[in-house]
């Protein structure tokens, strides 16, 4: 979904100096990350990458289905690089039930596949995934190592989604044992232990954690006044009960939600300014030209800062898409 760029484009836009629409997919085989299922589908380190392994086989598959994993894995090994379309196109895998939906069955192997760590990305094809086979790393299996990997994931999404409501600590938690099943009951052991674990503290009937060593008041953390166009995927907004809490007022990401019920729009992204969140925006390119539609949950901000903030997130904005 490009609106008006994939999510993950827009997300390093605001981290990576001088980062433009594409980089990520560009530079990505030359980068030390991997494409791969943690909290969500996205892009980790390779050292992280490394601690989810092996994922097993999904636990819906019945052994019709491993018989054609491995099928598809052996195509894999023999034909180097492979995209969905050349596993559809050599097997009559058809379509099952997912989600509401026909879901073609060599995606969901290769997809399976992927998370049991047998294939990795190795690129993209003007957004096409592009798998090759590869080995399952080596892994101590001891009780002791298996509980320091479960440890070092959670500790990667905390660091990552921090500073977190308790409850979503937990929810956090169940996206990770879903990510990394096989340590599924080494994670729920780490969750157990957060309170002496994470730095946390009580406010406003909440308890709040965030890793320990890091300050909030430190000058890394000091507010700014630019303004902030932020994908509704974003760590900044993706826990909307967080967002809740610290801004008052609730975001809906309603890209799948008829045209004639959206209030927000279809791909409305947050817009912060400083510490407030003010509204929404929707952006498009429209005759390569950047089009913008602002909404506002209160008053829309009279001062000549905004004015001038908005101004730089646009061109900004211009500058990361090329136009």
Known sequence: MRAPARAQDLILAHRVEAYRAGDLERRYPRLAVEEAFFVNYGFLPRRTVGLLYPGGAPRSWNARMRARAEEVLAFVRQRGHIRPGDVKAHFDHGHIKRWGSALNVGNHL????????????????????????????????GPEARGARAGRLLDVAVGLYAPLPAASLVYLGALLRSGARSLALEIR???????????????????????????????????????????????????RRRF???????????????AHRRRMG??????????????????????????????????????????????????????????
């Open 244 to 258: 809740r809490l610290l801004w008052g007022w609730e975001y809906k990401f309603e890209a799948y939600v008829a």
């Open 110 to 141: 290769l997809e399976g596949l992927h998370q049991w760590g047998l294939v990795r990305v190795a690129r993209r094809e003007t957004g096409t995934r592009v798998y090759e086979a590869c080995d399952l790393p080596v892994q101590d299996d």
């Open 189 to 239: 052991r780490v969750q157990e232990s957060a309170r002496s674990r994470y730095a946390h503290a009580e406010a406003g009937g909440t308890t709040w954690f965030w890793p320990k060593g890091e300050n909030p008041a430190a000058d890394a953390h000091r507010v700014d006044r630019r303004l902030r166009f932020l994908t509704p995927f974003d760590p900044v907004v993706w826990d």
């Open 266 to 323: 279809h791909y409305a992204m947050p817009m912060l300014w400083g510490e407030r969140m003010l509204g929404w925006a929707n952006l498009k390119v429209v005759d390569g030209r950047l089009r913008h539609e602002l909404g506002f949950v209160g008053a829309r901000p009279r001062e000549r800062d905004f004015r001038r903030a908005l101004e730089q997130a646009l061109e900004q904005m211009r500058e990361f898409l090329g136009l």
